[in-house]
């Protein structure tokens, strides 16, 4: 064998032997990477920049810890967002998302797409007020849609959040029944409003009053009874949900049934109202079938929400 050739079989060899030595060093690196991120750079950046436990008008938002419970079907829950908050109570239901960064709309997006896609159908848009959010919660910018299908009502928000020189996003989902407060069609038009006015007389004529046993609930329900009755010309306690409070604190559900339908006008009132006893507003939306009204005072948030031209109003407090 000539020495050229020797020389050129050592080569090759040399060639070779350095490919699989490359090739075993990335693999080595990949595997080593993937397990240094899970076992040391992960838990290691968790205890410098711990997810944090933010303060916002549904609750406390735990950025580290998933809220078990299941999610809108079809809709599902966005992927690489923690459940951050669940609610359900009379066929309500509210669901928030949140994520590190700006993603406002990447989020928006993608939301949409999946919410038109799953069969619902856009409604105008509504109008929202975070005025007083951007001071109390740090809201950056909000989006807000709002969604029909079938019976349902869907409420979207898109918003970013600054805590601590850092940004999150968060995606709100407020689902909601119409049917509960339909009205059915009159057969004869001239008894049309007689008929009306005998049926919401009727609806809070026969509607419980009831009294809550705790506490703190009664004082709330002290606050807003005379203020709903003031401005819808009589308020029942009709039903209310305590389960989750605990020595003062925690969510609880207020249900009022009113004598006279909600107008739009009628929550700009309440909103003047309730900041006459100190309540602040933290979020305004009125859209065209339904409202949300969120005030806060001290370490206690109410979230009031309605359907326009019906008689029930529905009261979420919050208290930390």
């Known amino acids: 064998m000539k020495l050229s050739e020797i020389l050129k079989t050592c080569k090759r060899k040399i060639v070779k032997m350095g490919l699989i030595g490359l090739a075993s060093i990335l693999i080595f690196i990949l595997i080593f990477s993937f397990f240094a991120k899970k076992f040391i750079i992960?838990?290691?950046?968790?205890?410098?920049?711990?997810?944090?436990?933010i303060e916002m008008p549904w609750g406390r938002l735990d950025f580290a810890h998933e809220v078990a419970g299941s999610d809108i079907p079809c809709i599902g829950k966005p992927k690489g967002y923690t459940r951050v908050f669940r609610a359900e109570a009379n066929g309500n239901l509210t669901i928030v998302y949140g994520k590190p960064g700006d993603l406002l709309d990447k989020a928006y997006a993608y939301i949409t797409k999946k919410i038109e896609k799953c069969g619902y159908t856009k409604n105008s848009h509504g109008s929202i007020n975070i005025s007083n959010a951007t001071k109390d919660f740090g809201f950056s910018k909000v989006k807000v849609e709002e969604y029909t299908k079938d019976d349902k009502n869907l409420q979207l928000a898109?918003?970013?959040?600054?805590?601590?020189?850092?940004?999150?996003?968060?995606?709100?989902?407020?689902?909601?029944?119409?049917?509960?407060?339909?009205?059915?069609?009159?057969?004869?038009?001239?008894?049309?409003?007689?008929?009306?006015t005998e049926s919401n007389s009727s609806k809070y004529d026969n509607a419980k009053d009831l009294t809550p046993s705790n506490?703190?609930?009664?004082a709330v329900n002290n606050m807003i009874k005379p203020i709903l009755s003031s401005i819808f010309g009589g308020a029942k306690l009709s039903e209310y949900n305590s389960l989750n409070m605990h020595q003062g604190n925690g969510y609880a559900l207020l249900v009022y049934i009113i004598k006279n339908k909600i107008t739009e006008s009628n929550v700009e009132i309440l909103k003047q109202k309730l900041a006459e006893h100190g309540y602040a507003e933290v979020a305004t939306y009125v859209g065209s079938t339904d409202f949300s009204l969120t005030v806060r005072k001290e370490s206690t948030t109410l979230s009031i929400t309605g359907e326009i031209n019906s008689q029930k109003i529905e009261v979420n407090f919050m208290s930390q």
Do not use: C, G, H, M
């Open 158 to 196: 898109v918003a970013t959040v600054e805590y601590k020189k850092r940004t999150y996003t968060i995606i709100s989902l407020e689902l909601n029944s119409n049917s509960a407060n339909e009205t059915p069609a009159e057969e004869n038009n001239s008894q049309s409003s007689t008929n009306t």
């Open 215 to 218: 506490q703190t609930l009664q």
């Open 42 to 53: 992960n838990p290691i950046f968790n205890i410098i920049y711990k997810p944090p436990v």
